[in-house]
């Protein structure tokens, strides 16, 4: 009769290769993973930073005073008549 040789051996080196291949599989996962947290990370710190970003500066409020002076100053001297002077101010006021 026939004996088989490296029963252990082959027996030994059979799970040797489907550990090795079981590794690799779950280290090529754990990559794969890892890759989704980043990127899942990378887009929430975005969004966070998006909505946290300050609101554009709204454009400076117009100073009525300063043009209600420069309004007076210019019918004193007479470039501009009452009238224009009064249609201005209702102008500038909203009126």
Do not use: C, S, W
Request: glycine share 6%; hydrophobic share 45%; charged share 20%.
């Amino acid at each position: 009769m026939f004996r088989r040789r490296g029963g252990l051996v082959r027996a030994a080196a059979a799970t040797a290769v489907v550990a090795g291949t079981a590794g690799a599989v779950r280290h090529h996962q754990d990559q794969k993973y890892a890759a989704q947290d980043q990127a899942a990370y990378d887009q929430q710190v975005a969004a966070q930073q998006a909505y946290a970003a300050p609101p554009p500066a709204a454009p400076a409020a117009p100073d009525y005073a300063a043009e209600l002076e420069q309004l007076a100053q210019l019918k004193n001297q007479g470039i501009i008549t009452e009238e224009e002077f009064e249609a201005k101010k209702k102008q500038i006021l909203g009126i």
